[in-house]
């Protein structure tokens, strides 16, 4: 294929490239000075819909779609809030973006925040990105000097403030409505829908969460135009109606098992094969690949056999995988074993899950209870049932849990059992040909009376 | 006028009403499961026990088109044309999952949780569990935390359904409770320095659909199954909140509210939740006695009403102090004794105890400063009597003058009402008969000290501080020797068979126009008597 030139990693490699002077002399913000002399919110909003970006935060929602959401003629005020949480294990490339191309993303703020008629905009950044923290709100700040933000932006009847929010620690709080509540200063208890965030967000005002990648792109809509972000990616598919296509660049983050690890931009629909090898130098130590996390510790599990999937929105779909997710691939060699890879992800959404519905609170801790168990020796051929059982009945997908961790939580048991089942019932077999489990005598815990 | 479609069955709703899932499936009969919904609380859908297929009638084809995942009814409110469905194989099986997964890691604890036989965790388990257990047993009991003076929490116990936590946030407004802990590690706890103390404490218990929390009062006393309960009025202050009586053998164990739309909504304050231990009292006057100089001589109630009555004739000028306490009837039957003994007897109000300051808890209830249930109603008898209300300290200088030789002294208080001071000045009288729960200053004077009945042994009305008419018939028999001021004055007055309070409540509501509305049945939540004060002020009545 053409080589392809990045865009939204053009600027990375430049000293200071996180500098407004820097970013201005190669073009910044020419986009937002035309969109704010020609446009009119509307006018973004269509470019945005017509674009048919898709959120990059692991849904791939139609950005323009969730746009049109906000009640019109609504008093406000209405609230962006920018998805700078960045937790799903295995993703990096929202940092990258953060700490080498600040202004990008606020470029592509600004952007939004006009199209959206948002006046203030919070950017919820994950607590362990410091140097991310740093570097946006110099660029903030270097943005309210130049006039970028605060009254009357370049001399339109437009203002717009933005705050950036510091998590704590939590991957419940990049769920949007776990975003919301924490933001108000609550327990991250994800809100449940309905009232959507769209008209009942933030404060219970009309509210929009969008990733950072995602506005990072609506700056280059802006400034390269619809077109060009249609020449790249996969076109939707002609006998799905609904299928929006996966348009426009994408970071891809590669780890694991690599010889070059890192952040890589292509257009989306690059194959997880073309990305090993191409991009990241194939698996190590002349290993072969046994399975990829596709993009994102919850999309589950890719086959070796499965690597000429396309990463874009329907690929992963189609071989049993979540969805894209963040698009950003982990790769296992062949002598990483299955169950070490389902200990740690249950374990993960164990430890994250915010406890308030039943099936996940109670789920993914069974499940991990499960493995410890199958670890220790003491596994039986049943628990892949039961494992499999949690793995089909919790998420929204089934309807059985009020937000999306919970679907995050049961792909990789899903996949693991439905790819793997022969390596875990191998393993089972092994360390516990009986079959029985032996019940250590537990001390029962007694009652402290006040 | 919205039709909707539940198991097939169609339910009208009237335009206007909003109503969720389980709200429109009670309407006929349905039980949807849950832990965190409560009518009075924000709806946060987190326990997933609710979960119903729902779908769509088209109104012209009628075809039905269901969605592929479950929704929560709780947050689901119905539509024209909706279909639920709550008995359907994904349905059971959801539910049947979501069981389990409280099960997994609850404590054994039924048989030592105070919570067994009104527990939803055992209800559901029989009704939509299932059979077998398929996770590994690890026995193990409750830890225990005190969450404040009157509430304890069993920690593992709990279900993570919030209704605590949001009831301090919401109804009382005092956020004490919170939830520490992420994931399967979550606990409920106090916030550090805010235990848990208001006044509505107590209700958390209530709302908890399994044995966390606790009533350290209730704890331990009693097994729900042995008692029973009776619908009853608080007697605490001038709210008068519907409450639950529940009681075995006599034995009063606890006092829950009693849901009153009109009133206290779903609630009661800990004044009325703790109220009842004084029933039970040692010192409770028990048995009906004389005095006869520095003697004290104990009665046999054969023949004492005839006694009273000549004692009382003999006295000739008569006062009657009608207590705040006493029902309506009560107040009417003794307030037409006396005057029938003496036609321009004084009935004057017993003393209103009152203490602080109303409190309001906004979306809850007011909890009175008066300290007693029927001011209104028994200032409306003596006013219906006399045409005026004479105070307890109006009439304290007229029995000082020594007009008044003979005064029957209603009590039923609960603390101290009177001083030494004040009750000195009944001593010139050539008579006085005290009907009262404990032994006080005024009682030491009596020549005829006679035993009260506490609230729970009465049998009548009372009238709260919003003229509101509450029936609360009697939940526990009185002690042996006790005979309750309604079944006195009644054979005081020569009226056959039993008190009979409902006949005396139709009598009154014929004589006196302030109770007229309360002439048919009186509902469960009482009735407002201003709705007929307002009509037509020549009598006649709906």
């Known amino acids: ?450 | 006028m919205a039709i909707v479609i539940i198991d097939g069955r169609e339910l009208e709703i009237p335009a206007r009403q909003r109503l969720n899932g389980i709200q429109a499936a009670a309407r006929l009969g349905i039980e949807i499961p849950h832990y965190c919904w409560h009518p009075a609380l924000s709806v946060v859908g987190s326990c997933r026990m609710c979960l119903v297929e729902i779908g769509n009638r088209d109104a012209k084809t009628g075809k039905i088109s269901m969605l592929p995942k479950l929704v929560p009814a709780c947050n689901t409110i119905v539509t024209d044309g909706m279909v639920l469905v709550t008995d359907s194989q994904k349905v059971r099986q959801a539910r049947a999952r979501v069981e389990e997964g409280l099960l997994l890691r609850h404590p054994i604890d039924c048989p030592i949780c105070d919570k067994a036989g009104e527990c939803c965790l055992q209800d559901y388990h029989f009704l939509h569990g299932q059979d077998e257990r398929r996770a590994d047993v690890r026995p193990f009991t409750s830890r225990r935390r005190d969450v404040g003076e009157k509430v304890t929490l069993f920690v593992d116990r709990c279900v993570m359904c919030s209704q605590c936590v949001r009831f301090t946030r919401e109804i009382s407004r005092t956020g004490e409770l919170m939830v520490t802990g992420r994931g399967a590690h979550e606990e409920i706890d106090v916030v550090p320095g805010f235990p848990l103390d208001n006044k509505l404490s107590g209700n958390v218990v209530d709302h908890c659909p399994v044995g966390a929390l606790c009533d350290k009062e209730f704890l331990y006393q009693q097994r729900v199954w042995y008692m029973t309960r009776h619908p009853g009025v608080c007697t605490g202050c001038a709210t008068g909140c519907s409450i639950w009586i529940e009681e075995n053998q006599d034995r009063i164990y606890r006092i829950r509210p009693r849901e009153n739309p009109q009133l206290n909504r779903w609630w009661i304050c800990n004044e009325g939740r703790y109220g009842y231990p004084h029933v039970h009292n040692r010192r409770r006057l028990i048995r009906p006695r004389r005095r006869d100089g520095g003697e004290i001589v104990y009665l046999d109630w054969t023949g004492l009403p005839n006694e009273l009555a000549g004692r009382l004739g003999q006295a000739g000028h008569l006062a009657a102090v009608l207590s705040p306490h006493l029902t309506c009837e009560e107040a009417y039957l003794l307030g037409k004794f006396v005057r029938g003994l003496d036609a321009a007897a004084w009935l004057a109000l017993g003393p209103v105890p009152v203490v602080g300051q109303d409190e309001r808890f906004p979306d809850a209830l007011t909890i009175s400063a008066e300290k007693c249930p029927n001011r209104r109603g028994v200032e409306a008898v003596i006013a219906h009597f006399t045409g005026r209300v004479t105070t307890f300290d109006q009439l304290l200088p007229e029995i000082d003058q020594g007009g008044i030789r003979g005064v029957w002294f209603s009590g039923g208080y609960k603390t101290d009402f009177v001083d030494e001071a004040t009750a000195r000045r009944f001593e010139s009288l050539d008579l006085l008969v005290v009907q009262d729960l404990f032994p006080s200053p005024l009682s030491e004077r009596a020549d005829y000290e006679l035993p009260a009945a506490a609230f729970a042994e009465r049998d009548g009305s009372y009238v709260n501080r919003a003229d509101r008419l509450q029936s609360a018939p009697w939940a526990i028999r009185p002690p042996a020797e006790v005979r309750s001021e309604g079944s006195l004055y009644w054979e005081l007055l020569r009226r056959d068979g039993l008190y009979d309070s409902r006949a005396v409540l139709d009598e009154l509501t014929r004589e006196a126009l302030y109770f007229s509305a309360a002439r048919g049945p009186v509902p469960e939540v009482g009735i407002d008597l201003k709705v007929n004060l307002l009509a037509d002020a020549s009598g006649s009545n709906v």
């Open chain 1, 1 to 450: 294929m053409p080589t392809y030139q990045p865009v939204l990693l053009a600027n990375i490699h430049k000293e200071d490239s996180h500098k407004l002077a820097v970013y201005e002399s190669g073009g910044g913000y020419r986009a937002l000075r035309r969109v704010l002399k020609e446009k009119s919110p509307q006018d973004v909003v269509e470019m945005v819909r017509l674009s048919n970006l898709r959120g990059r935060g692991g849904a791939g929602f139609p950005t323009g779609l969730k746009w049109s959401f906000l009640p019109e003629g609504h008093p406000g005020p209405v609230y962006l809030c920018v998805n700078a949480d960045e937790s799903e294990p295995g993703t990096f490339v929202n940092r990258v973006l953060m700490e080498l191309d600040p202004h990008q993303v606020i470029e592509g703020i600004i952007l939004s925040s006009y199209a959206t008629k948002a006046r203030t905009a919070y950017i919820y950044l994950r607590y362990e990105y410091p140097l991310s923290l740093q570097r946006m709100q110099a660029a903030v700040d270097e943005c309210y000097q130049a006039g970028y933000l605060g009254k009357r932006i370049l001399g339109r009847d437009f203002s717009l403030d933005v705050y950036i929010h510091r998590g704590a620690a939590a991957y419940v709080c990049g769920e949007e409505m776990g975003l919301i509540e924490s933001l108000e200063g609550k327990r991250a208890w994800p809100r449940i829908k309905p009232p959507f965030p769209a008209v009942e967000g933030l404060f219970r005002k009309p509210t929009v969460v969008n990733n950072v990648e995602t506005l990072a792109c609506v700056t280059h809509i802006a400034d390269r135009g619809v077109e060009w972000f249609k020449s790249l990616g996969t076109p939707p598919d002609p006998h799905d109606p609904r299928d929006p296509g996966s348009f426009g660049p994408k970071l891809y983050g590669l780890s694991g098992h690599v010889n070059r690890p890192g952040c890589y931009e292509a257009p989306l629909g690059i194959t997880c094969r073309q990305l090993i090898e191409e991009f990241g130098g194939g698996v190590w130590k002349n290993r072969q690949a046994k399975a990829v996390i596709p993009g994102g510790l919850s999309t589950g599990l890719m086959t070796e056999a499965e690597f000429d999937t396309p990463l874009d929105f329907s690929g992963p779909l189609k071989v049993g995988c979540l969805g894209l997710g963040t698009g950003c691939v982990v790769v296992l060699d062949e002598t990483y074993p299955i169950l070490d890879f389902l200990y740690n992800s249950c374990r993960f959404f164990a430890h994250e899950s915010c406890g308030q519905c039943t099936p996940c609170r109670e789920g993914t801790r069974w499940a991990v209870e499960m493995i410890e168990r199958i670890r220790a020796g003491r596994g039986r051929l049943k628990d892949l049932e039961l494992l499999q059982e949690i793995g089909d009945s919790i998420g929204i997908i089934p309807g059985t849990t009020i937000c999306g961790l919970a679907d995050g939580a049961a792909w990789p048991i899903k996949n693991a059992i439905g790819k793997f089942r022969d390596e875990l019932e191998d393993y089972i077999k092994r360390t516990n040909p009986e079959g029985y489990i032996v019940t250590e005598p537990v001390e029962a815990l007694a009652a402290i009376a006040d």
